[in-house]
């Protein structure tokens, strides 16, 4: 299983961005898919995720500017940045919890990462 990211790049205060993360590879479920991100110096921190159902959970610090998506025929988790701020910038990571089925027919359940792509907000 991988999941690649895209969409990132410079943009200035005020733009906005989108990121995409498509997951492959062999798998029977795709549960909660999700977003974080780690500056330079700091913790990696959860930004947005969206659960199989639909259901959305947002940091305080992005929430009326991030839209968590998800798009099931993809499989893949999008997110679109609105009115960016410099300390949006970060490296930003998207994940994937599933599962697959073994020979012996046992399921493993996995969390996954993607890459990171860098989203830099500045002027």
């Known amino acids: 299983v991988q999941l690649q990211a895209s969409g990132g790049g410079l943009v200035q205060p005020g733009g906005s961005l989108r990121l995409s993360c498509t997951v492959s590879g062999s798998f029977f479920r795709l549960n909660d898919m999700g977003w974080y991100r780690q500056a330079p110096g700091k913790q990696r921190e959860l930004v947005a995720e969206i659960t199989s159902g639909g259901s959305t959970n947002y940091a305080d610090s992005v929430k009326g500017r991030f839209t968590i998506s998800r798009d099931n025929a993809r499989n893949a988790v999008d997110l679109q940045m609105n009115s960016l701020k410099p300390e949006d910038t970060a490296v930003y990571l998207c994940?994937?919890?599933?599962?697959?089925?073994?020979?012996?027919?046992?399921?493993?359940?996995?969390?996954?990462w993607g890459q990171g792509t860098q989203v830099t907000v500045s002027s």
């Open positions: 994940n994937a919890d599933g599962g697959t089925w073994n020979e012996d027919g046992t399921p493993t359940m996995w969390r996954h």
